[in-house]
């Protein structure tokens, strides 16, 4: 398992002592560098105001990762936030949940001008280099690698509290939490914290010192080899 909340849920299966956590970790080598000038490229490349602020979700668009509650709330933001905010969607549209949103997004001007639906990319660093914040609505996530290369981007987290994603982040410290479906909550903190500047930059600030408390990629490869030694020897 990837989260301990996770395994706990499976914990009435466990009937050979053989469950183990093994979190998720970044091989830092594959990312560039997160300074201003890498930002002012992305944002660049990507056609985005210098000025805006922006809004991240990276992830397959589907309805356990609910990116729909994230264009809705996005869609009801104050008009003058709404029009100097871009929301970035990135991830492949699978069947109809994503034509749900390619739809709705389509048919909204206020929308269609201001959300970008980006194809997937094995490499998102421009993505995460030209955000501010990111965004995550799942409904279940074990303890994905999107937050942890957000953290590693200096962003912000605004996430649902599901299972390991409460073991990734610190509410009040680089992220904070809204119920799943809660629109309301969701769109409340897209307001407090697009509009606190200083709030995103010491969250963000924090983010990266979170990070750097969680298990590096070696720590993960030897968890797995002691896991399949130990396997191999009962």
């Known amino acids: 398992f990837v989260a301990q909340s996770t395994m706990n849920s499976y914990a009435p299966l466990e009937s050979r002592d053989n469950f183990a956590v093994i979190p ?14 890498g930002r002012s490229l992305s944002r660049e490349k990507l056609n985005i ?3 805006d602020k922006v809004i991240l979700c990276v992830g397959t668009l589907c309805r356990r990762k609910a990116q729909m509650d994230l264009v809705k709330a996005f869609e009801k933001l104050p008009i003058e936030l709404l029009n100097s905010t871009t ?3 990135a991830g492949e549209s699978v069947g109809k949940y994503g034509q749900l949103i390619e739809r709705k997004i389509e048919q ?3 929308l269609k001008e201001r959300t970008r639906l980006l ?3 094995e490499n998102p660093h421009h993505f995460y280099q030209a955000a501010d914040l990111y965004v995550c609505c799942s409904e279940s996530e074990s303890y994905p690698r999107t ?3 957000a953290m590693l981007f200096g962003l912000p987290i605004l996430a649902t509290p599901t299972y390991g994603v409460r073991e990734q982040v610190r509410e009040g410290y680089n992220a904070r939490f809204f119920e799943f479906g809660n629109l309301e909550k969701l769109g409340d903190n897209l307001c407090n914290m697009l509009e606190n500047n200083d709030l995103l930059v010491e969250m963000g600030a924090n983010s990266r010192k979170m990070l750097g408390s969680l298990d590096t990629i070696d720590e ?10 130990s396997a191999a020897i009962r």
Do not use: Q, W
């Not at 998720?24 to 000038?37: G, H």
């Not at 993960?220 to 030694?229: A, N, Q, S, T, V």
């Open 87 to 89: 929301l970035l969607l």
């Open 119 to 121: 194809a997937p990319n």
């Open 108 to 110: 909204i001007p206020s």
């Open 220 to 229: 993960m490869l030897d968890g797995y080899e002691d896991h399949f030694l």
């Open 147 to 149: 937050v942890l290369e």
């Open 24 to 37: 998720n970790a970044l091989n830092l080598n594959r990312f560039p560098s997160s300074e201003e000038d």
């Open 49 to 51: 105001s210098k000025t």
